[in-house]
Nanobody, 124 residues
Framework: QLQASGGGLVQAGGSLRLSCTVS????????MGWFRQTPGNEREFVAT????????LYADSVKGRFIISRENAKNMVYLQMNNLKSADTAVYYC???????????????????WGQGTVVTVSS
């Protein structure tokens, strides 16, 4: 089970930190990702982090502004979002890919488990 939190309303240029708690004893073997979705659109890849935190990958639209991280001891993954833009407004989802091998999972269908989503609204 995945539980995302930390969304809210923020002005453009501001920051938010999303958190995701993962209820599994094998969290440390999962690659984790963040996606986002706006009404009428498919889920869009945002960022992913390998099970061992060594590898990360970001969508071009967030590169240099967002940082994905994790704490395996706490079963937590984070998304630090800085310099937010109105285009970042979306429902954000965390997702778990149980394959411990690293072939950057950027497609939604590569993830087996999903959280319920947290809403981020950026006002201009």
């Amino acid at each position: 089970q995945l539980q995302a939190s930390g969304g809210g309303l923020v002005q453009a240029g501001g920051s938010l930190r999303l958190s995701c708690t993962v209820s599994t004893r094998t969290f440390s073997t999962y690659n984790m990702g963040w996606f986002r979705q706006t009404p009428g659109n498919e889920r869009e890849f945002v960022a992913t982090i390998a099970w061992n935190s060594i590898n990360t990958l970001y969508a071009d639209s967030v590169k240099g502004r967002f940082i994905i991280s994790r704490e395996n001891a706490k079963n937590m993954v984070y998304l630090q979002m800085n310099n937010l833009k109105s285009a970042d407004t979306a429902v954000y989802y965390c997702a778990a890919d149980p394959k411990s091998s690293w072939k950057p999972p950027i497609s939604a269908n590569e993830y087996s488990y999903w959280g319920q989503g947290t809403v981020v609204t950026v006002s201009s």
